[in-house]
């Protein structure tokens, strides 16, 4: 019960403090993005996913090669006679591990690339998020997927910060 009636509490004077701290404001003027949205419609990000997309294309390329070049070495076991089966086998294994450390390394070098690719992006987004709320007077601007339950569509400024910077990222790949 009285952890109730703190919850209650604490969420009235938060009430009152932000009632107070809105009517002593001049202007309030609040906006909210929908950061998922600029993130996959900014230019860098479809540029970023077409790289990364060819980059494991070709590592694909690359461990089916493996992958068959070890079909052939195993096919070739049933051929040989007992001793040379056994060095061969040795062979076999070592090519085995080879792949599986290939297939290893290339999922994280790809997730380490999208990953640093990412935060690049999600720099840019901030970056390009502040100086719009600068130019254009804003007070604060919302991430609507985590924080807003609702906003009315004038306030969304998500289609105006997306143009800003896929004209900058343009700017720069031209």
């Keep these: 019960m009285t952890r109730r009636m703190f919850q209650v509490g604490f969420w009235g004077v938060l009430a009152v403090l932000m ?5 002593a404001a001049q202007e309030m003027k609040v906006g909210y ?3 998922t949205d600029l993130f996959n419609n900014y230019e860098r990000t479809k540029l970023s996913e ?6 494991g294309k070709q590592k694909d390329t690359e461990l089916q090669g493996r992958i068959n070049e ?4 195993r096919e070739s076991l049933e051929l040989l006679s007992d001793q040379a089966r056994e060095a061969k086998a040795r062979e076999v294994e070592q090519k085995q591990d080879e792949l599986q450390r290939f297939r290893t390394n290339t999922l994280r070098d790809l997730k380490r690339d999208r990953d640093k690719e990412a935060n690049a992006i999600f720099g840019d987004i901030q970056k390009a998020v502040e100086e719009f709320a600068k130019a254009n ?6 991430k609507e997927e985590q924080v807003l ?11 105006a910060i997306l143009k800003t910077l896929n004209g900058r990222y343009g700017g720069k790949n031209q």
């Design 137 to 142: 007077g804003f007070s604060m601007i919302l």
């Design 33 to 35: 993005v929908r950061l």
């Design 50 to 55: 077409s790289t990364l997309e060819k980059k």
């Design 19 to 23: 009632a107070c701290h809105v009517a």
């Design 149 to 159: 339950l609702y906003g009315t569509p004038t306030y969304d400024v998500t289609d």
């Design 70 to 73: 070890l079909k052939k070495l």
